[in-house]
């Protein structure tokens, strides 16, 4: 059974950083892509940034607003799949609860649609003040 546990989140001024974890646990494939969503209040889900792996190579997407700022990578600790999510500079429209999404091959839909991961975390919240 897979399990998707972020931590990380907290609150900061504008111009602040922070690093989002997310551990993995039960994953069974050499392959994956992983990353993070998040959801502003009042507003859906949205895609920020996801890191496909596997055995050769690696290939990062960034949503637009965060080109630059945050940089998503993947790491194997402990024996599980940890993604990581750093983030620089940050604004108060970054503000939201932030999603750790996990999905196997084959990879049914374009790396920002939502729909197509099938595992989660519970999301940790991001606060950034002016």
């Known amino acids: 059974q897979v399990q998707v546990v972020e931590s990380g989140g907290g609150s900061v001024q504008t111009g602040g950083s922070l690093k989002l974890s997310c551990v993995v646990s039960?994953?069974?494939?050499?392959?994956?892509?992983m990353g993070w969503f998040r959801q502003a209040p009042y507003n859906g889900r949205e895609a920020v940034a996801v890191?496909?792996?596997?055995?050769?190579?690696?290939?990062?997407?960034?949503a637009d607003s965060v080109k630059g700022r945050f940089t998503v990578s993947q790491a194997l600790v402990n024996n599980k799949n940890t993604v990581y999510l750093e983030m620089n500079d940050l604004k108060p429209e970054d503000t939201g609860t932030y999603y750790c999404?996990?999905?196997?091959?084959?990879?049914?839909?374009?790396?920002?649609?939502?729909?197509?991961?099938?595992?989660w975390g519970q999301g940790t919240q991001v606060t950034v003040s002016s």
């Open positions: 999404a996990v999905d196997d091959p084959p990879y049914n839909s374009a790396w920002n649609r939502e729909s197509g991961y099938p595992y």
């Open positions: 890191s496909y792996a596997d055995r050769t190579s690696g290939t990062t997407y960034y």
């Open positions: 039960g994953w069974k494939y050499s392959r994956n892509r």
